[in-house]
């Protein structure tokens, strides 16, 4: 009987052994599996980005040929948009229970593309008229500040003593590149710098407004109907500027639209999208520190811009503004 009885709490034990050490194997791979996913996403926002940062010296070089940003956007689209209807049908037809949400969601989403994909766009391409791509680039850089403004204005968030630091040490680096290029090239840098900073309030709120919608349709529907949205006033636009005819371009201005296209839409549209679904709009806009980095040296050795103390001082400013945000996280 004693023995019996032995036998029973070693089995026990080993049952509540095995039960423990199962419990804790499950703790750590669900641990590991969420610290995957949030990697995967800040690497999806980070090659975004870095895409993102490579369209401001390809629009520098089709200017050179005479073409304007309207028509640079609508080649982008014609370009991209058998992408986005291919991948739309493709999710539909792998899941056809998203349809009723779809058809719930698709005009306010296609409302949010054009606040990402066609005003952020046009104000952008139509600042580079005026400003250097590293000046670009660097205004278009602090949008995750704005996206903090704009979460302070809409969502009441908390905006304490660090934030205000790093939002003062952002825009006094703009400042600095800002006040060197206008000595040199003039009062055009101040109407180029406004325009792209309208690019920067109208892409954080695609930011603000875009993860309930991608958390309701997913990353791929999403992204999709936004650029249907973004895609439909872009023609709309041309249409009403220009005639058909203007589609006519040289060949080199063909080639930059393809990767205009795909190297600067589609793919970093989808990155994009997939890390906001899985880090949220804040993180996802502060882990492109390269991209200023990328420009400038893009900049230098593909448009001869200069890269001075200033462009210097002013990008490292910016950059660890955006990194100290990233620390209050």
Known sequence: MEQTNTTTNNTNSTTTTTTNSTSKHHTRLGLTQRLSAHKIGLLCAFFATCLFSTKGI?????????VDSIT??????????PFYIGVFVWVLMKNPSLKSPIKA????????????????????????????????????????????????????????????GALILAYAGVFVLFYHDLGKQGEGVITGSLLVLTACFTFASYLLLSKTKIQKLGSLV????????????IFVHFYVV??????SIPLPVFWISLWLAIGCTVIPSFLMSEGIA???????????????????????????????????????MVI???VWLSVRK
């Not at 390809?58 to 005479?66: E, M, T």
């Not at 640079?72 to 948009?81: A, E, G, H, N």
């Not at 850089?141 to 934030?163: A, C, E, M």
């Open 58 to 66: 390809f629009v520098k070089l089709a200017y050179q040929y005479g």
């Open 72 to 81: 640079l956007m609508t080649y982008r689209m014609i370009l991209s948009l």
């Open 105 to 164: 969601q698709f005009l306010p989403v296609m409302g949010i593309g054009l606040l990402g994909y066609y005003l952020s766009s046009y104000f952008d391409l139509q600042g580079l008229n005026y400003i250097s791509s590293q000046l670009e680039r660097l205004v278009l850089f602090t949008y995750p500040t704005v996206v903090v403004i704009l979460s302070w204005l809409v969502f009441g968030n908390r905006i304490n003593r660090q934030v205000i």
């Open 222 to 233: 999403f992204t999709c109907i936004a650029m249907f949205g973004a895609s439909f006033m």
């Open 242 to 247: 220009h005639e058909i005819q203007d589609l």
């Open 278 to 316: 899985r880090v949220g709009p804040e993180q996802a806009s502060i882990v492109g520190g390269s991209g200023p980095v990328l420009t400038a040296l893009m900049a230098v050795f593909l448009l001869g811009e200069t890269f001075t103390i200033y462009h210097f001082l002013g990008m490292s």
């Open 320 to 322: 660890v503004a955006i």
